[in-house]
């Protein structure tokens, strides 16, 4: 292993040396070059942004318009089919479930002692167009008090019962998920009456098809159930709940819970190009962008009613496809580069995820990525934003070729808030080395002009956008990807190796 590893820190060395002497510093490009890239990159974004594509929302006619556009420009830019498939050329189908939360209706029986739990003291949440559940004495289905656990003693004895527990904030979420997958029917979550109880998003939840269990979820006071079982047996019940040999129990307690939903299923599409190398089987290089947004996002009555993201991210298709049309035309790649547009990024990043599911090549020989998303903010000159640092071996040749490029890296505070609210993320949770380097992301005095005011409304559309950075950004990754992408400059790493 040692050896091993001098071999490819010495191979490193010398690739980083061949790339000092044969780098194109951004100040030294031609003006002309410059300025045909700008050109470019307007064009792209004022058609990916305009009213006629509607905000690019999965599931809508914007979509439709989104998708024949890239098609049109994969094809122009020289790409071929990354998805694998004869029969879908470009796209790989992307299944979604969206539902909007409707009606809920929780009641409580303690012996004769009834109460419909009203709308201020609890919270019923599906993603079934109707759903009921009944449980307690005499109904065959137990209620069952976990506590401040997630029911995992119990194993598959918890199926079918009404999970009551403690919340725990921090927790909840994968507690939650941990008595559904349980097959649990019904979780209630009790919660401290201040502040006020979780509601359900009164707006539409997307998430993948492929993700969706049949969940029924409440959320009621601490005071109503102290209210029902008994001030003193309640307060009993939470303080034997933070024993740690604490056991679940059943409750002698009656759970009805009604609510319905409104849902719709649909398909959405990622968009897969590739650029073939000449070394198959030597790795690859992934680019990916999201290509959707917001759709109309503003009341019937406002006079502006579409969010068109040009910004967010028209202007990382932009840039994607410009930084695929120049290693296309440059000197032939060794290893292959895809080319990949994600679907429902804004929904929770389930584009990617579904990409991830279901690659059209192997995870583990993608050498590095590299997501493209809001590029277009910083004046040329401006300190590049590294959202993923600490990649292993790609921080060395990232940071390095930074400051052959005569530029410098900007807050990592900054870039560092940002890693989970990205494409790139969900790549990097499966073992791929990926990063988003953007001069957007270097200065907080950049961003948050943005952030303010243009971000997810209908104020980014374009008008007046800035360029000078993307473009010093995409040169960058141009010089990057043509490194990474050649074997004899950046052999892959050994198995086992970070």
Known sequence: MIVGRSRLLIAFLASLMLAACARVPVESAKVSELTAIEARLRADIAMLASDDFAGRQPGTPGEDKTLAYLETRMGEVGLVSGTGDPGSYWRMPVDLIATRPLTGQLTLT?????????????????KRRRALATSGPGTGVPVVFVGYGDGSVLGDRLAGAVVVMLADPGRDTARRDALFAQRATAVVTVEPDAPALPRAPMAERVELASDERDTLAAFVTDSTLAGLLGARRWERLKAEAQAPDFAPLELNLAVAIEASAERREFSSANLVGMIPGNAPGSGAV???????HLGECRPPIAADRICNGAVDNASGLAVMLELARRLKAGAPLERDVYVLATTAEEAGLLGARAFTKAPPLPLTSIVAGFNLDMPALAPAGSPVGYIGRGQGRLDTVILSQIALSGRVEGDT?????????QDGWVLQQQGVPTVL????YGSRDILNPFLASGYHSPGDNGAEIELGGAIEDLLLHETLIRLLA??????APEAGAP
């Open 110 to 126: 303690q012996g004769r002692k009834s109460v419909a739990v009203p709308d201020s003291d609890a919270v019923v949440y599906t």
């Open 286 to 292: 992934l680019l990916l962008a999201h290509w959707d």
């Open 413 to 421: 505070g900054l870039a560092a808030s940002f890693v989970q609210r």
């Open 437 to 440: 380097l953007s001069s957007t």
């Open 486 to 491: 050649d074997p004899a400059r950046y052999p």
